[in-house]
């Protein structure tokens, strides 16, 4: 039995303790009448009486919330607790699953090589820490599972932000996920950059209601995916994505920028150009069935047509720069969709 955490909300007020398993001496521990005990062995929650007797309260939702763990790939040991920097893990799977509810952070400093999946809370957040602006690396091990993304999100609001991803060559940096029981609905992927790979940020079965904001993401070109490139849609098996936010970021040299068939999506004040110094990008933005979107405020280099930026169905492409056109007014900003 060993003391993973203890958390004071009032240095007056009840304390909750985290245990491996259940301690058999509560009061030899310094557990006082009114104080809660959670164990990862049970996963059940259970306050201490005035005598010291426990008292079954329920499931550990909305017991235990703000956990944070620390991750130093370096200098950290995953027999360490993980509450510390002193006490890092080195590994972020590590980390991952010792999170017991949901609204707990990561933290997470070095060279990570993992492929990971969140495990089964939501409203977390993943952080890469650095004294580069690029982020905290994060790349495939040296023998990687083969299609297999480095990240994989089916949890509902988690957050990344932090990290440089090196993207494997036949799967994505990070995949954002839904399935018929799993939706990684409302993520927020911020303040990244993306290097090489073959996808950066994959929509895989159509979760809803995601940020993606303040990336740097370029030359994602090579690998074995049918479409490689910055921000792509995989499958729509259970719904077209909807209401993503795709906004600030930075796209140059990836085969291609954004494909997806989004709806009822914005793409706003993102800079995406389809020459880059290695490459020239074979689609910009391909919305094709998808619908209601508004891409407004964007640069968009190359020729506004339908070759580069394919629309979709009701859409708004009005205030975009583009070069003169047909469809853009005379000093460059668009007014309508692009045409062939």
């Not at 809370?121 to 040296?142: D, K």
């Not at 921000?231 to 796209?251: E, F, G, V």
């Not at 004040?269 to 074979?282: F, P, Q, R, V």
């Amino acid at each position: 039995m060993s003391l993973i955490q203890r958390i004071d909300v009032h240095p007056l007020g009840p304390t909750t303790w985290v245990y491996d398993a259940m301690p058999s001496n509560l009061a030899a521990e310094g557990i006082q009448p009114g104080d809660t005990i959670v164990t990862n062995a049970n996963g059940v929650s259970f306050s201490v009486d005035a005598n010291h007797n426990l008292i079954a309260v329920g499931s550990i939702g909305g017991q235990i919330r703000g956990q944070s763990f620390y991750v130093d790939t370096v200098n950290g040991s995953d027999s360490n607790t993980g509450l510390s920097w002193d006490k890092a893990f080195i590994t972020v799977n590590k980390a991952l699953t010792s999170i017991i509810a949901d609204y707990a952070s990561v933290y997470v400093v070095g060279d990570v090589r993992e492929q990971v999946t969140v495990p089964a809370f939501n409203y977390c957040r993943l952080i890469g820490m650095s004294g580069s602006p690029r982020g905290a690396r994060w790349r495939a091990p040296a023998s990687p599972a083969a299609t297999t993304p480095l990240l994989r999100l089916q949890k509902i609001g988690w957050i990344v932000s932090g990290f440089l991803f090196s993207a494997p060559t036949d799967a994505a940096a990070i995949m954002v996920e839904r399935t018929a029981s799993l939706n990684a609905q409302d993520s927020v992927i911020r303040g990244n950059e993306f290097n090489t790979g073959a996808i950066a940020i994959e929509s895989n079965g159509g979760a809803p209601n995601v940020i993606v904001q303040g990336n740097r993401i370029h030359d994602m070109t090579s690998g074995s995916v049918a479409t490689s490139g910055g921000i792509i849609s995989t499958s729509t098996a259970q719904a077209l994505p909807q209401r993503w936010i795709i906004a600030d970021n930075h796209l140059i040299n990836n085969k291609n920028h954004v494909v997806m068939p989004l709806k009822i999506g914005q793409l706003k004040a993102n800079i995406l150009t389809d020459i880059g110094d290695s490459i020239t990008s074979d689609v910009v933005i391909d919305l094709t069935s998808g619908d209601h979107n508004f891409v407004n405020g964007n640069y968009l280099g190359g020729a506004y047509t339908t070759v580069l930026y394919k629309p979709g169905a009701t859409d708004n492409w009005i205030g975009n720069y583009a070069p003169v056109t047909a469809t853009t007014a005379p000093y460059g900003l668009t007014v309508a969709v692009p045409t062939a």
